[in-house]
Each structure stands twice: as structure tokens, then as C-alpha cells.
């Protein structure tokens, strides 16, 4: 099913480490809004979508989203490479620290790991793609935010890529979901 190309999406490059940003940036490493949770979401919802562009689409944003997520890891280690314990501890990672030293662990920003009551799926299409255009404005409002909380041009960079992707990926649902009940109506589904 994939083919896997041994590089990021796009490239993620920082001008110097910044534990604080790193911790920040972990929302959308395990939140409920992040790429983990977007993209089983998604690989979950195509399932039980009534036409294959749907769930092409749904198969094609889910596993981007794994690319995403394979982005903000890079991140997370790139702004924790080298850190000093003084470092982390002026960060406030030092709880985290303490459990996983430097390690990517799919958890949030406040330190809450990932669970899988983060995906939505519901049965319903047009109920899931009406959610997954949710989940897409709540990650772009993400990506607005964390860009506002540094001043790394590199980093603000691969962060505005993530933006962009959000935005694009919620003007494809909203198609979708044009697509879906179009066949609904055709098929005298209420």
C-alpha cells in the first residue's frame, strides 16, 4: 500500500535547540487535535464511506497525516538534541524527562499521552466528515498558535507547510462531503 521514501515530507530544519518550543510543539504529537489522532481517525472513517473517491480521500489525508506526524517528531528531537538537564529543567520538561529522558512519546503538551478516545469515528459519513473538517481548522488554529510562540525561521517554516496542509485538507472534506450526500440523495437514503 505505501511506498516509503526515506526522507520527511518536507524538510525540517531549527537554527538552534529550544526545549521549550519542544514541548509546546508535543500537542500535535499526541493531543487530541495532532497528527497521530488525525490520521488514525481518518484510516478508521474510510471504512464505512458509500463511495471510493471518499475513501481514497480519507486513505490519502490519513496517511499524509502519518507523515505529519513524522514531521513533528523530527521537531521534537531536533529541539531537544544536545539540551543540557538545566535546559530541560528551565523548559519544564522535567516531569517528562524524568519518565521517557529525551524520547518521542506521543503525548501532549502538558505531558498527557495519547489515547485512543482522540479518534472520532461515529458510523455516519457525513457526521465524520463534518468532524474531520472540525479536526482540521482545530489543528490549522494549532499551527497559528505555536507559530506565534517562536521566532525560529526555520522552524516557523516547516510550521507554516503543516498550516497550509491543514487548510487543503479541509477544503477536501468539505468536497467529500459534497460527494457523500450527493449520493445520498440519489440513493433516497432518508
Not at 51 to 66: F, S
Not at 89 to 100: F, L, P, Q, T
Request: net charge negative.
Amino acid at each position: 500500500m505505501w511506498i516509503y521514501e526515506k526522507k520527511l515530507e518536507y524538510p525540517v530544519k531549527i537554527s538552534c535547540k529550544d526545549p521549550r518550543m519542544a514541548k509546546y510543539i508535543m500537542t500535535q504529537l499526541g493531543g487530541p487535535d495532532g497528527e497521530l489522532s488525525a490520521s488514525l481517525r481518518y484510516l478508521h472513517q474510510r471504512f464505512h464511506m458509500p463511495t471510493d473517491q471518499a475513501k481514497a480521500l480519507l486513505t490519502d489525508i490519513g496517511t499524509e497525516e502519518l507523515a505529519h506526524w513524522e514531521m513533528i517528531c523530527a521537531m521534537v528531537h531536533m529541539l531537544t538534541k544536545g539540551a543540557t538537564i538545566e535546559e530541560i529543567k528551565e523548559s519544564d520538561m522535567g516531569a517528562y524527562y524524568a519518565i521517557r529522558d529525551k524520547a518521542i512519546y506521543p503525548a501532549d503538551s502538558t505531558g498527557n499521552p495519547w489515547t485512543a478516545a482522540y479518534i472520532q469515528s461515529i458510523g455516519d459519513p457525513v457526521a465524520d466528515l463534518h468532524e474531520d473538517m472540525a479536526a482540521e481548522q482545530k489543528a490549522r488554529a494549532v499551527y497559528e498558535q505555536l507559530l506565534q510562540l517562536t521566532d525560529d525561521p526555520l522552524l516557523k517554516d516547516a510550521l507554516r507547510f503543516l498550516r497550509e496542509r491543514e487548510v487543503v485538507h479541509f477544503q477536501r472534506f468539505g468536497e467529500a462531503l459534497r460527494s457523500v450526500e450527493e449520493y445520498n440523495a440519489c440513493k433516497k437514503f432518508y
